[in-house]
C-alpha cells in the first residue's frame, strides 16, 4: 500500500513503514486522552498527518526509527505478561 501510493506520486518518498506504526501509536495517546471529552480530536490529527504526508508536502525529515526501535516501543505500551 505505502509503495503504490509512493509509486502514484500522492505519499512523500521518505515514508516508511514504522512511521505507520508511531502514527497509530500518536493517535491511540490523542483517543485515549481526549475521547471523552474532545472526539473531535482523533480526526483532527489524522487529517493533519495525512496532509503532512501528502507527496507535494515533503520537506526533508529526521530518519524513521529503525523496525527494533519501533517494536521495542511496542512492547513497552504492552500489559506485562503473565
Do not use: C
Not at 9 to 27: I, P, Y
Not at 32 to 37: D, I, K
Not at 50 to 70: D, G, W
Request: no cysteine.
Amino acid at each position: 500500500m505505502i509503495a503504490r501510493a509512493q509509486e502514484a506520486g500522492k505519499l512523500r518518498s521518505d515514508f516508511e513503514h514504522q512511521d505507520f506504526v508511531v502514527v497509530l501509536m500518536a493517535n491511540a495517546g490523542v483517543v485515549a486522552a481526549t475521547s471523552g471529552s474532545a472526539p473531535k480530536a482523533s480526526p483532527r490529527l489524522v487529517g493533519y498527518l495525512l496532509q503532512a504526508f501528502a507527496a507535494e508536502a515533503a520537506k526533508p525529515l529526521p530518519p524513521a526509527p529503525s523496525p527494533a526501535q519501533t517494536y521495542r516501543a511496542l512492547k513497552r505500551l504492552s500489559p506485562p505478561e503473565v
